[in-house]
């Protein structure tokens, strides 16, 4: 199938029309915007978003989540809710909460969002109405928040559902070559803490500035971006989640040449993936990497994106 084919709506199990719609986020703008998938008929969702870093969209209950990463400093992040359409706004994390909230992963099975607090040091989650909020890792070491070792903090967020694990990267400072990705079980290990759990991971080390992540958990692959230095910065990567992480496995890199990469967002039906940058462009590719074309540049600072198909 070609990439016009892919491009085309889609029918549901309902037999109404579905058409694949990107949600991504302006941080400079402060506006969560959508379009078609091949970039088209772009239209403005929110405004006054305060630095939106995160988004995920819940086709089913009709809502769009996205986080605001506010002034670190304030421990004034936050996170909120708004209707497909750009209605009924609301605020489910509100400030004081979580003090610079990343990326974010819906995980519909349990009815919880998933998300990285950078300066708060954090993997936390929550309910969808903003209940129950759980801090699942702590980096911090005993630093004070907001924290400001940057190998402590936490961006990139996934999670497997049904093997009950949460993936995460901590990026490090700039092109330092310090970053890593994570992973442990969802459940904190019984008599342990958020702070002392021994069930944490380390998949990849030396990373340049890994941010934000995919899994594809049908073929095993864990997919992010880097947004640090070339040749393994400024790129989209790829790698099994089944490897023996004790040996140091090198990721495949599927794209390069990225301005900052920052957001991805996976169409396992369409076998494609869609990547954003802090230069303002959005990038289409096969899952495999090939076929890179620019669907939208120049469009400000952009930082997280969704793919979903709407009916």
């Given at each position: 199938?070609?990439?016009?084919?892919?491009?085309?709506?889609?029918?549901?199990?309902?037999?109404?029309?579905?058409?694949?719609?990107?949600?991504?986020?302006?941080?400079?703008?402060?506006?969560?915007?959508?379009?078609?998938?091949?970039?088209?008929?772009?239209?403005?969702?929110?405004?006054?978003?305060?630095?939106?870093?995160?988004?995920?969209?819940?086709?089913?209950?009709?809502?769009?989540?996205?986080?605001?990463?506010?002034?670190?400093?304030?421990?004034?992040?936050?996170?909120?809710?708004?209707?497909?359409?750009?209605?009924?706004?609301?605020?489910?994390?509100?400030?004081?909460?979580?003090?610079?909230?990343?990326?974010?992963?819906?995980?519909?099975?349990?009815?919880?969002?998933?998300?990285?607090?950078?300066?708060?040091?954090?993997?936390?989650?929550?309910?969808?109405?903003?209940?129950?909020?759980?801090?699942?890792?702590?980096?911090?070491?005993?630093?004070?928040?907001?924290?400001?070792?940057?190998?402590?903090?936490?961006?990139?967020?996934?999670?497997?559902?049904?093997?009950?694990?949460?993936?995460?990267?901590?990026k490090g400072p700039d092109d330092a070559g310090k970053g890593r990705i994570f992973r442990a079980n969802i459940d904190i290990p019984k008599g342990e803490t958020p702070a002392n759990r021994t069930d944490i991971e380390v998949l990849f080390e030396g990373l340049p500035e890994p941010?934000?992540?995919?899994?594809?958990?049908?073929?095993?692959?864990?997919?992010?971006?880097?947004?640090?230095?070339?040749?393994?910065?400024?790129?989209?990567?790829?790698?099994?989640?089944?490897?023996?992480?004790?040996?140091?496995?090198?990721?495949?890199?599927?794209?390069?040449?990225?301005?900052?990469?920052?957001?991805?967002?996976?169409?396992?039906?369409?076998?494609?993936?869609?990547?954003?940058?802090?230069?303002?462009?959005?990038?289409?590719?096969?899952?495999?990497?090939?076929?890179?074309?620019?669907?939208?540049?120049?469009?400000?600072?952009?930082?997280?994106?969704?793919?979903?198909?709407?009916?």
């Amino acid at each position: 199938m070609n990439a016009t084919e892919t491009l085309k709506a889609t029918r549901t199990g309902s037999g109404k029309a579905a058409t694949g719609r990107l949600f991504f986020l302006e941080a400079s703008g402060g506006r969560i915007h959508s379009a078609n998938a091949d970039g088209s008929d772009r239209k403005v969702i929110v405004s006054g978003a305060r630095v939106p870093d995160g988004v995920v969209v819940d086709v089913e209950a009709g809502h769009i989540y996205w986080t605001n990463m506010g002034v670190p400093s304030k421990n004034d992040g936050s996170i909120e809710r708004v209707d497909l359409n750009g209605q009924n706004r609301v605020t489910i994390i509100s400030e004081g909460k979580t003090f610079t909230p990343k990326q974010l992963h819906l995980e519909k099975k349990s009815g919880k969002l998933y998300w990285c607090d950078r300066e708060g040091m954090r993997v936390m989650r929550a309910n969808l109405d903003g209940s129950n909020i759980e801090t699942l890792v702590d980096t911090s070491k005993g630093d004070a928040r907001p924290g400001t070792d940057l190998t402590k903090w936490c961006v990139g967020i996934t999670v497997d559902p049904d093997r009950r694990k949460i993936y995460w990267t901590q990026k490090g400072p700039d092109d330092a070559g310090k970053g890593r990705i994570f992973r442990a079980n969802i459940d904190i290990p019984k008599g342990e803490t958020p702070a002392n759990r021994t069930d944490i991971e380390v998949l990849f080390e030396g990373l340049p500035e890994p941010i934000d992540l995919e899994l594809d958990l049908k073929n095993r692959f864990l997919y992010w971006t880097d947004r640090g230095d070339p040749p393994r910065g400024n790129t989209v990567n790829r790698a099994s989640i089944d490897a023996d992480f004790a040996k140091h496995p090198t990721s495949d890199i599927l794209l390069t040449h990225l301005m900052e990469g920052i957001g991805i967002a996976l169409d396992f039906k369409g076998g494609r993936m869609f990547i954003t940058d802090l230069a303002g462009n959005i990038f289409y590719a096969k899952l495999d990497g090939t076929g890179k074309k620019p669907l939208l540049v120049a469009q400000g600072n952009l930082t997280g994106i969704a793919y979903a198909e709407i009916s």
